[in-house]
């Protein structure tokens, strides 16, 4: 990657508890958007998707932001992270693996922690199979795993009644011939959020988390994963530093996914929550960032 051009905007906000500063960093026509909470351990957190920004994870940032530095990023062409063309040249596994190369770089940080939710853990684990040196700690939660094998088993509509998936059905009928106004997603959203959480009060927030997808984005990732026949197992061999791998038991990802992943390190500890779907901090939060702090107390020492 050509030379970094650092410092497009800085926008500084602090507070008694924590400080909240937002960055661009110019790499060539890449433009990539982050944004830090707190002091401290440099964590960063890798969002699901793929093709969704960063902000349905401003909350867990800000958790974490109390006792560490919290680093949450728009993946590429997704949110304030800007490209000049969307392709299957521009949009790969690898690239966004060297996003988070140029973070770190930026950032001046010999190592950090990286923590992964859903498809930000397959993502993450790419990134350390790729740079296993640069892993001081790795969080997977509730990971889509270390390869394509979660593909042929999951079954998000399963989780879901009849009545939610015909009207699941009704709405993206209604968006694929057309229909892309944000009622129409919402309502999509509507009756697909519940197959993600245990507690369905939270539907709401999932539902508006699922109208953020660029769905160009999204295509060109897993497209590309299937190119390139995604499985990083081989890398994971070279991660020296202990693994938490945890997610809910009524979590779309299946046990299985979770088992592999664990398989696949060196130093590993899987954790499943009771009364849990795919949002560990929304479902059990007292258990899910008991087990992260627990974790983030062994590998600082």
């Excluded at 992964?116 to 993502?123: E, I, N, T, V």
């Excluded at 009060?201 to 026949?229: D, H």
Aim: glycine share 8%.
């Amino acid at each position: 990657m050509k030379q970094i051009i650092i410092y497009l905007t800085c926008l500084i906000n602090c507070s008694l508890l924590s400080s909240q500063i937002e960055q661009n960093i110019i790499s060539e026509d890449n433009i990539i958007h982050y944004t830090t909470y707190g002091k401290g351990e440099p964590i960063l957190i890798i969002n699901g998707g793929p093709g969704m920004n960063s902000e349905g994870f401003k909350h867990l940032a800000k958790i974490i932001g109390k006792t560490n530095k919290a680093i949450i990023y728009d993946q590429r062409g997704t949110g304030q992270s800007k490209m000049s063309e969307i392709n299957t040249s521009t949009i790969t596994m690898d690239l966004m693996v060297e996003d988070i190369e140029a973070i770190r770089n930026h950032l001046k940080l010999d190592k950090w922690i990286i923590l992964g939710h859903s498809f930000g853990g397959m993502l993450g684990s790419h990134y350390a199979s790729k740079h296993p040196k640069r892993i001081k700690g790795l969080i997977l939660s509730a990971s889509g795993g270390i390869d394509m094998g979660i593909f042929s088993r999951i079954n998000i509509e399963a989780r879901l009644t009849k009545t939610e998936r015909d009207s699941l059905n009704y709405w993206n009928d209604k968006i694929s011939n057309g229909n892309t106004t944000l009622h129409a997603k919402l309502q999509r959203g509507k009756f697909l959020a519940p197959a993600y959480v245990y507690d369905k009060s939270f539907t709401p927030i999932i539902s508006k988390r699922l109208t953020q997808l660029n769905s160009a984005v999204s295509q060109l990732v897993f497209q590309n994963m299937r190119a390139i026949n995604f499985d990083c197992s081989k890398g994971l061999k070279d991660v020296k530093a202990p693994v938490l791998i945890i997610q809910g038991k009524e979590d779309i990802v299946d046990k299985i996914t979770a088992e592999t992943s664990a398989n696949a390190f060196q130093n590993s500890k899987l954790v499943i929550l009771e009364k849990c779907g795919h949002y560990g901090w929304l479902d059990q939060p007292k258990a899910y960032f008991e087990n992260i702090n627990t974790y983030l107390g062994k590998v600082k020492n």
